[in-house]
Nanobody
Framework: QVQLVESGGGLVQAGGSLRLSCAASGRAFSDYAVGWFRQAPGKEREFVASISRNGDGTSYADFVEGRFTISRDNAKNTVYLQMNSLKPEDAAVYSC????????????????????WGQGTQITVSS
């Protein structure tokens, strides 16, 4: 099991940028594939981005459209989500999740694949 803590959320104007961090403690973070998900009020949780254990494999939701970049630093036990050109519709609670994958280059886009979740960080985008 790994404990996850997100940070970096806040209020930003449309067109602005934020970088979210997902810091892990517990088991070796390099054993885990990680995903970012978001949930806006009244909407279902949706996939944003995912990254493999070794960072070589990444995947993004269609709505990202090249605006976000997921990366990781296993030496710092942290995964990042750089978000640029933010839109009001990006406002949501963003959560990271981890899965102890057997495969170093596999990534996972469904919430059901993940065992461990952080509490989330709020993103608000003003128009």
């Amino acid at each position: 099991q790994v404990q996850l803590v997100e940070s970096g959320g806040g209020l930003v104007q449309a067109g602005g940028s934020l970088r979210l961090s997902c810091a892990a403690s517990g088991r070796a973070f390099s054993d885990y594939a990680v995903g970012w998900f978001r949930q806006a009020p009244g909407k279902e949780r949706e996939f944003v981005a995912s990254i493999s254990r070794n960072g070589d494999g990444t995947s993004y939701a269609d709505f990202v459209e090249g605006r976000f970049t997921i990366s990781r630093d296993n030496a710092k036990n942290t995964v990042y989500l750089q978000m640029n050109s933010l839109k009001p519709e990006d406002a949501a609670v963003y959560s990271c999740a981890a899965y102890a994958s057997l495969y170093r280059d596999a990534y996972f886009n469904t919430a059901g694949a993940y065992n461990d979740w952080g509490q989330g960080t709020q993103i608000t985008v003003s128009s």
